[in-house]
């Protein structure tokens, strides 16, 4: 498995912060871009946030200001660090690589984030 979801999914209170990390293995982790993804239930899957190979990075507008991606290449590790989480962020998450120019994409196995009271 390329990517994998080490830790961070989990049921929290509106207001609360989660951190997800993704650990990659068998490809070289600088070249690709690295994506959080989530798809609640009987929605369609949505782009969260990415983080390019020159660490730019981009955010859907409903999460811009609580949530923020950021990668450690030395680590082959990808993070998404939710705060001031909202009962609308319940989902699954999953973590992406994209091969910069290519259509070469992994995908990790997905998380289980709850935001409820």
């Known amino acids: 498995q390329v990517l994998h979801v080490e830790s961070g999914g989990g049921l929290v209170q509106p207001g609360g912060s989660l951190r997800l990390s993704c650990a990659a293995a068998?490809?070289?982790?600088?070249?690709?871009?690295m994506a959080w993804y989530r798809q609640a239930p009987g929605k369609q899957r949505e782009l969260v946030a990415f983080?390019?190979?020159?660490?730019?990075?981009t955010y859907a507008d409903s999460v811009k200001g609580r949530f923020t991606i950021s990668r450690d290449n030395a680590k082959n590790t990808v993070y998404l660090q939710m705060d001031s989480l909202k009962p609308e962020d319940t989902a699954a998450y999953y973590c992406n690589a994209q091969r910069s120019g290519t259509s070469i994409n992994y995908w990790g196995q997905g998380t289980q984030v709850t935001v409820s009271s």
């Open positions: 983080i390019t190979r020159t660490y730019s990075t």
């Open positions: 068998g490809i070289i982790f600088s070249g690709y871009r």
